[in-house]
């Protein structure tokens, strides 16, 4: 399993960012797929996922409204467009394979996610 994201860099508040998650070796339309953040100091935060054909997607409560989760299944790859970024949303951003249950319980034990190595966001004027 394999996981690259890129697009992240530093933003004013106010400001876009599209970030992308190529994946490989694996399957990719078999899975649910999340992103998740974390930020200085603090433990990893679940934002949101995305079922395997992109029918359905989920958000957390502090990015509804704001960013966007969608993939292309031709090509390998999850996106995550972020608008109005604020600068609580600075953190280390990477996507993981699975929905939200199975990032938020393999968190909660402290398991290992399949996941990428991470772009940074840094929301910042």
């Known amino acids: 399993v394999q996981l690259v994201e890129s697009g992240g860099g530093m933003v004013q508040p106010g400001g876009s960012l599209r970030l992308s998650c190529a994946a490989s070796?694996?399957?990719?339309?078999?899975?649910?797929m999340s992103w998740v953040r974390q930020a200085p100091g603090k433990g990893p935060e679940w934002v949101s996922a995305?079922?395997?054909?992109?029918?359905?997607?989920y958000y957390a409560d502090s990015v509804k409204g704001r960013f966007t989760i969608s993939r292309d299944n031709r090509k390998n790859t999850l996106y995550l467009q972020m608008n109005s970024l604020k600068p609580e949303d600075t953190a280390l951003y990477y996507c993981?394979?699975?929905?939200?249950?199975?990032?938020?319980?393999?968190?909660?034990?402290?398991?290992?996610?399949?996941r990428g190595q991470g772009t940074q966001v840094t929301v910042s004027s």
């Open positions: 995305i079922s395997t054909t992109g029918d359905f997607t």
């Open positions: 993981a394979r699975g929905g939200r249950m199975v990032v938020v319980t393999t968190l909660a034990r402290e398991g290992v996610l399949k």
């Open positions: 070796g694996f399957t990719f339309s078999y899975y649910d």
